[in-house]
Nanobody, 123 residues
Protein backbone atom coordinates (compact mmCIF):
# COMPACT_ATOMS: atom_id res chain seq x y z
CA UNK A 1 0.00 0.00 0.00
CA UNK A 2 1.03 3.57 -0.71
CA UNK A 3 -0.49 6.47 1.17
CA UNK A 4 -0.62 9.92 -0.39
CA UNK A 5 -1.32 13.25 1.27
CA UNK A 6 -1.71 16.42 -0.77
CA UNK A 7 -1.31 19.98 0.44
CA UNK A 8 -0.90 23.47 -0.96
CA UNK A 9 -4.25 24.17 -2.53
CA UNK A 10 -6.16 27.37 -1.98
CA UNK A 11 -7.74 30.45 -3.48
CA UNK A 12 -5.62 32.50 -5.85
CA UNK A 13 -6.28 35.27 -8.33
CA UNK A 14 -5.86 34.71 -12.03
CA UNK A 15 -2.23 35.08 -12.99
CA UNK A 16 -1.05 33.90 -9.61
CA UNK A 17 0.93 30.83 -8.60
CA UNK A 18 0.57 27.81 -6.37
CA UNK A 19 2.75 24.90 -5.42
CA UNK A 20 1.04 21.64 -4.57
CA UNK A 21 2.83 18.96 -2.59
CA UNK A 22 2.17 15.26 -2.32
CA UNK A 23 3.89 13.24 0.37
CA UNK A 24 4.02 9.48 -0.20
CA UNK A 25 4.49 6.84 2.46
CA UNK A 26 4.30 3.08 2.68
CA UNK A 27 5.63 0.86 -0.12
CA UNK A 28 7.09 3.72 -2.13
CA UNK A 29 9.82 1.49 -3.57
CA UNK A 30 7.13 -0.04 -5.80
CA UNK A 31 6.13 3.30 -7.33
CA UNK A 32 6.75 3.68 -11.08
CA UNK A 33 5.39 7.19 -11.50
CA UNK A 34 3.53 9.90 -9.65
CA UNK A 35 0.88 12.01 -11.27
CA UNK A 36 -1.45 14.91 -10.73
CA UNK A 37 -5.03 14.89 -11.94
CA UNK A 38 -7.79 17.42 -11.48
CA UNK A 39 -11.54 17.43 -11.55
CA UNK A 40 -13.64 20.52 -12.10
CA UNK A 41 -17.29 20.63 -11.02
CA UNK A 42 -19.44 18.72 -13.49
CA UNK A 43 -16.46 17.49 -15.47
CA UNK A 44 -14.49 14.29 -15.65
CA UNK A 45 -11.18 13.91 -13.96
CA UNK A 46 -8.31 14.82 -16.27
CA UNK A 47 -4.58 14.31 -16.37
CA UNK A 48 -2.42 17.31 -15.50
CA UNK A 49 1.18 16.14 -15.11
CA UNK A 50 3.27 13.10 -14.22
CA UNK A 51 6.83 12.20 -13.40
CA UNK A 52 8.46 8.83 -13.50
CA UNK A 53 10.13 7.89 -10.26
CA UNK A 54 13.43 6.33 -11.33
CA UNK A 55 14.09 7.92 -14.69
CA UNK A 56 13.26 11.61 -14.56
CA UNK A 57 10.79 11.84 -17.39
CA UNK A 58 8.00 14.37 -17.16
CA UNK A 59 4.66 14.57 -18.90
CA UNK A 60 2.22 17.46 -19.11
CA UNK A 61 -1.25 18.13 -20.39
CA UNK A 62 -1.06 20.60 -23.24
CA UNK A 63 -3.13 23.23 -21.41
CA UNK A 64 -0.63 23.46 -18.53
CA UNK A 65 2.58 22.95 -20.48
CA UNK A 66 4.86 25.94 -20.11
CA UNK A 67 2.97 27.14 -17.02
CA UNK A 68 3.57 24.19 -14.73
CA UNK A 69 6.49 22.19 -13.43
CA UNK A 70 6.34 18.79 -11.82
CA UNK A 71 9.28 17.72 -9.69
CA UNK A 72 10.12 15.20 -7.04
CA UNK A 73 12.31 14.89 -3.99
CA UNK A 74 13.15 11.23 -3.72
CA UNK A 75 14.68 11.61 -0.27
CA UNK A 76 11.40 13.02 1.02
CA UNK A 77 9.17 10.82 -1.16
CA UNK A 78 7.41 14.00 -2.19
CA UNK A 79 6.17 15.24 -5.53
CA UNK A 80 5.47 18.87 -6.29
CA UNK A 81 3.38 20.62 -8.88
CA UNK A 82 4.17 24.27 -9.33
CA UNK A 83 1.66 26.18 -11.39
CA UNK A 84 2.12 29.72 -12.66
CA UNK A 85 -0.09 32.00 -14.67
CA UNK A 86 -3.15 30.36 -13.19
CA UNK A 87 -6.43 30.71 -15.04
CA UNK A 88 -10.02 30.28 -13.82
CA UNK A 89 -10.21 27.09 -15.90
CA UNK A 90 -7.50 25.61 -13.68
CA UNK A 91 -10.03 25.51 -10.85
CA UNK A 92 -10.78 22.07 -9.47
CA UNK A 93 -9.85 19.42 -6.97
CA UNK A 94 -6.30 18.29 -7.59
CA UNK A 95 -5.45 14.69 -6.84
CA UNK A 96 -2.06 13.13 -6.44
CA UNK A 97 -1.74 9.52 -7.54
CA UNK A 98 0.85 6.75 -7.64
CA UNK A 99 1.24 4.29 -10.50
CA UNK A 100 2.93 0.91 -10.36
CA UNK A 101 3.26 0.77 -14.15
CA UNK A 102 1.41 1.55 -17.33
CA UNK A 103 0.71 4.72 -19.35
CA UNK A 104 1.31 7.55 -16.92
CA UNK A 105 -1.08 9.95 -18.65
CA UNK A 106 -4.04 7.67 -18.02
CA UNK A 107 -5.78 7.49 -14.67
CA UNK A 108 -6.25 3.75 -15.22
CA UNK A 109 -2.53 3.28 -14.51
CA UNK A 110 -2.78 4.70 -11.00
CA UNK A 111 -3.42 2.37 -8.09
CA UNK A 112 -3.26 4.84 -5.22
CA UNK A 113 -4.90 8.22 -4.81
CA UNK A 114 -4.76 11.05 -2.33
CA UNK A 115 -7.80 12.75 -0.87
CA UNK A 116 -7.46 15.80 -3.10
CA UNK A 117 -6.82 19.48 -2.51
CA UNK A 118 -9.01 22.31 -3.78
CA UNK A 119 -7.58 24.92 -6.11
CA UNK A 120 -9.78 27.89 -6.90
CA UNK A 121 -8.68 30.57 -9.32
CA UNK A 122 -10.72 33.75 -9.28
CA UNK A 123 -10.99 36.02 -12.31
Amino acid sequence: QVQLVESGGGLVQAGGSLRLSCAASGRTNSVYAMGWFRQAPGKEREFVAAIRWIVTMKYYQDSVKGRSTISRDKAKNTVYLEMNGLKPEDTGVYYCAAALGGPVTSDSAYAYWGQGTQVTVSS
